[in-house]
C-alpha cells in the first residue's frame, strides 16, 4: 500500500506565499507523475502542476508564473511553490503520484487526504 501525505496548507491573504509538501511512503518501486490538483466549492477538481519524474513540468495557466512544483526523487517528495496567491486559488488541495508498487509491479494512481488553502481578499 502507498500512503501520500500532505503538509503546509493554512488560511493566506491574497499577495502571499505558502508552500505545500507531499510526501509518498510505502511499498514503492518508482514513480512516474507527481502533481497537485485542487477542487473549489462547487468546482471540479483540475490539475494545478505537474512533474515527471525527469523533472518536466506542466503547469494550469491560471498558475503559471506564480506557482512552481518540484521533486525530490530520493525523498519521494513533492512540492508546491505558490506566490502571488489570489482569492480564486481558493481550494482543497491535493497531492497525486502515479507509482509503481514494489509488491505487484502494478502502476497505481494515488492521492493525498487535501489540505485547504484559504485565500483572503
Known amino acids: 500500500q502507498v500512503q501520500l501525505v500532505e503538509s503546509g496548507g493554512g488560511l493566506v491573504q491574497a499577495g502571499g506565499s505558502l508552500r505545500l509538501s507531499c510526501a509518498a511512503s510505502g511499498r514503492i518501486f518508482s514513480i512516474n507523475a507527481m502533481g497537485w490538483y485542487r477542487q473549489a466549492p462547487g468546482k471540479q477538481r483540475g490539475l494545478v502542476a505537474s512533474?515527471?519524474?525527469?523533472?518536466?513540468?506542466n503547469y494550469a495557466d491560471s498558475v503559471k508564473g506564480r506557482f512552481t512544483i518540484s521533486r525530490d526523487n530520493a525523498k519521494n517528495t513533492v512540492s508546491l511553490q505558490m506566490n502571488s496567491l489570489k482569492p480564486e486559488d481558493t481550494a482543497v488541495y491535493y497531492c497525486?503520484?502515479?507509482?509503481?508498487?514494489?509488491?505487484?509491479?502494478?502502476?497505481?494512481?494515488?492521492w493525498g487526504q487535501g489540505t485547504q488553502v484559504p485565500v483572503s481578499s
Open positions: 512533474i515527471g519524474s525527469g523533472g518536466g513540468t
Open positions: 497525486n503520484a502515479v507509482v509503481i508498487s514494489a509488491s505487484t509491479g502494478y502502476t497505481g494512481d494515488y
